[in-house]
């Protein structure tokens, strides 16, 4: 297994740095584009491990699908709803997105399809969907695990009609659903009750949907037993169109988030308050600790706390951008008071189980870290400890705890390639921007 030694910061930053696509975009318009009258072109497309799995999923299901990695572009030549292929299958990593968005997309058509991932992916839930699919008429089967992937899908068509989840462990399986919607036999409504974890990636998947031709009538009604209705005409088609894919919100985090703990400024281009990414919201986090964020129509600017200032601990519900805790968690070792951070108990179910892994390593820094069912509670250390961390395969992991080596000489990542699930050469930019010293 390959280590990175981290570089620490010896001045205040100065950078601006190019983050790439967003993946949940990325994958959320791949489906879109598949599902087409036409052909689409995505541009500024994330090229990651997460959406190879993707794209290499929907060639093997017979979509027409050309890759230009040098310009971060895709054109994908729709099927108008029909899925060539009767039969596959395909192997989805340890992408959620991918094999919950395909599982609802070829339930669309007509044959037999088995999806699978690696040993990780089995213990992630995928039953909601499954139940939500059955009800609309598909044959679902579990070989192993009911409820759990390895899951194969008996597909003649969706008829539509009235779902209803009650607090689905991800949004991700109703995301997935909706945007096969548009192809049921008749209208469709989608109902969820209960708790309702990352509700800004079902706007965003809302979203992409009306780019591409479909409306998404919604009637939300938010609070403790907040009910959200998404209405779907069908049959409908989407349109092809050409799309370009914002810098991921989330990767961005990572460089925000660094004024925070060396100092500086960094500027991400092409993220604005307009965003259809909930976790834009991470930098209202970074205010909250003393940092200061200015809001261009170019992007975003975040600068450290004043001279003589320490970072705030802060108290927060995470449960919008679930994915910005390790970003925050880290943060947390080095602030003035200890930092809560609540409500994310489905950070269990990511590629990692990330409250435990969370809490494993920022002990090894000298972190007070109490482990709670739906959160942690991390009181900073009079001084942070260099350690080796392990990232247990999960990209998140690795990119939070480069953070941490800005003001930590002598700290040690272990599986730095892990970070190709979602940002390939994420180290080589963070030592660039690193290096942009004020």
């Known amino acids: ?37 036409g052909t689409s072109i995505l541009e500024n497309a994330l090229f990651a491990e997460d959406t190879y799995l993707m794209m290499e999923a929907l060639r093997a ?52 399809y088995q999806l699978d991932g690696v040993a990780r992916m089995r213990k992630r839930p995928i039953g909601e969907l499954g139940q939500a699919l059955q009800a609309l008429g598909t044959g679902i089967e579990y070989p192993a695990d009911e409820g759990f992937p390895p899951i194969v899908v008996h597909a003649h068509g969706l008829r539509g009609g009235h779902v209803h989840f009650d607090s689905p462990r991800s949004s991700q399986m109703v995301s997935a659903l909706l945007l096969a919607a548009p192809f049921a036999s008749r209208d469709m409504m989608i109902e969820v009750a209960g708790d309702v974890p990352s509700v800004p990636f079902l706007k965003m998947t809302t979203a992409v949907m009306e780019r591409f031709g479909v409306p998404v009538v919604e009637d939300n009604r938010q609070g403790p037993n907040g009910v959200f209705r998404f209405i779907v005409e069908a049959p409908r088609r989407y349109q092809p169109t050409s799309f370009s894919i914002e810098p991921d919100a989330t990767n961005a985090t990572y460089f925000l988030a660094a004024p925070a703990i060396a100092g500086g400024r960094v500027t991400v281009p092409g993220l604005t308050k307009r965003s259809f990414q ?15 964020v200015d809001r261009e129509e170019s992007g975003l600017t975040v600068s450290g706390t004043r001279a003589g200032e320490r970072l705030r601990g802060i108290d927060v519900d995470l449960n919008d951008m679930p994915d910005t805790v390790p ?18 108990a489905n950070l269990r179910l990511k590629e990692s189980d990330r409250l435990g892994a969370l809490a494993s390593e920022l002990r090894k820094l000298g972190g007070a870290v109490d482990e709670r069912s739906d959160g942690l509670v991390i009181s900073p250390p009079k001084h942070v400890t260099p350690a080796t961390i392990e990232t247990y395969d999960d ?29 390939p050469h994420f180290f080589e930019r963070f030592e660039q921007m690193s290096a942009a010293q004020g």
Not at 91 to 110: E, K, Q
Request: glycine fraction near 10%.
């Open 327 to 344: 970003t925050l968690a880290v943060l947390a070792i080095f602030a003035a008071t200890p930092t809560a951070i609540r409500n994310v």
């Open 61 to 112: 299901l017979g979509i027409a699908v050309t890759a230009d990695e040098r310009s971060c572009t895709v054109e994908i030549t729709g099927c108008g709803g029909y899925i060539p292929e009767s039969e596959g299958n395909l192997f989805c990593g340890n992408s959620g997105t991918t094999i919950r968005f395909l599982t609802a997309l070829v339930a669309l058509g007509n044959g037999r």
């Open 1 to 37: 297994m390959s280590v990175y030694h981290c570089i620490a910061s010896t001045q205040p930053l100065d950078a601006v740095v190019e983050v790439p696509g967003s993946k949940s975009l990325t994958n959320r318009a791949l489906i879109a584009s598949a599902l087409a009258d």
């Open 278 to 292: 909930g976790d834009i919201g991470f930098v209202d986090v970074l205010e909250r600790m003393g940092c200061r």
């Open 395 to 423: 990209h998140r992991m690795a990119m939070s705890f480069a953070l941490a080596g800005l003001k930590c000489p002598g700290l040690i990542i272990n599986d730095p390639q892990c970070c190709d699930k979602t940002f």
